[in-house]
């Protein structure tokens, strides 16, 4: 068995309910994780299951929750372009970082770098930005200055 291919292809379409979807359709898009007959059929399975919805639900919560609790003013100015970054945001960085500062520090340096393309250089948006990461050291207890 294959457990270490099998473990990353059920990673994978639990971070993306769009792979999830498509395997339904055309499970040939399983090929590329070289799965034991036994694992494929398992896997399938598991994405035709009506509670796989539900793993990809938590797994975006779970992706989410250090963003809005490190930078709750950015995700507030975001407002509903909010849904939309982070779908990029996650397509283009999909191991999640379990540490929340770490997490937010790349969602940042996400964001700044694509400001006029994802929020059209809102400044607002990128002064909040900025100062809610300048801050996340004392935000997490890490402040090492009197």
Not at 27 to 47: C, G, H, T, W
Not at 75 to 92: P, R, S
Request: aromatic fraction near 8%; proline fraction near 4%.
């Amino acid at each position: 068995m294959s457990i270490d291919k099998f473990q990353r292809a059920l990673a994978d379409v639990v971070a993306s309910p769009q792979l999830c979807i498509a395997i339904r359709g055309d499970n040939s898009l399983l090929d590329r994780y070289d799965l034991e007959p036994k694992e494929r059929e398992r896997l399938l399975a598991m994405v035709s299951h009506e509670g796989m919805s539900h793993n990809c639900t938590l797994y975006r919560a779970n992706r989410l929750t250090p963003l809005v609790r490190s930078l709750p003013r950015t995700c507030d100015l975001l407002g509903e372009n909010l849904t939309a970054v982070l779908a990029q945001f996650w397509a283009q960085q999909p191991d999640a970082e379990v540490q929340f500062k770490l997490e937010a520090q790349r969602f940042g340096q996400y964001l700044l770098e694509r400001a006029s393309a994802d929020f059209g250089g809102d400044e607002r948006i990128i002064t909040v930005l900025r100062e809610e990461l300048d801050g996340l050291d004392q935000f997490f207890g890490l402040d090492c200055h009197p």
